[in-house]
């Protein structure tokens, strides 16, 4: 199965945040699947406290714990696995 970027981003933006994480679901309403990108460029907490702070003041004392788990989790995400896993 060939994925597009955009989808693959979603499927790892998915598997990094947990259910009900509002702040990583505002953080992909607001940046797309890009976000990921922004993330590995070093310019995500930049561009997404700067979208928080005009978009969402509420969720920007929540930023560095995210950018924590995303650090953490992100490594050990393998698209093409979560697939093959989904798919069985």
């Known amino acids: 199965m060939q ?15 947990e259910p009900g994480d509002g702040l990583a679901f505002k953080i992909f309403e607001m940046r797309g699947s890009q976000a990921i990108q ?9 561009l997404w406290s700067e979208d928080l702070i005009n978009y969402a003041p509420e969720y920007l004392f929540e930023l560095p714990s995210l950018l924590e788990r995303i650090s953490l989790r992100l490594p050990g995400i393998h698209v093409p696995t979560l697939v093959e896993r989904a798919i069985r």
């Open 38 to 46: 922004e993330f590995r460029s070093g310019a995500a907490q930049k």
């Open 3 to 17: 994925l597009s970027l955009e989808q693959e981003a979603t499927i790892a933006w998915s598997a990094l945040s």
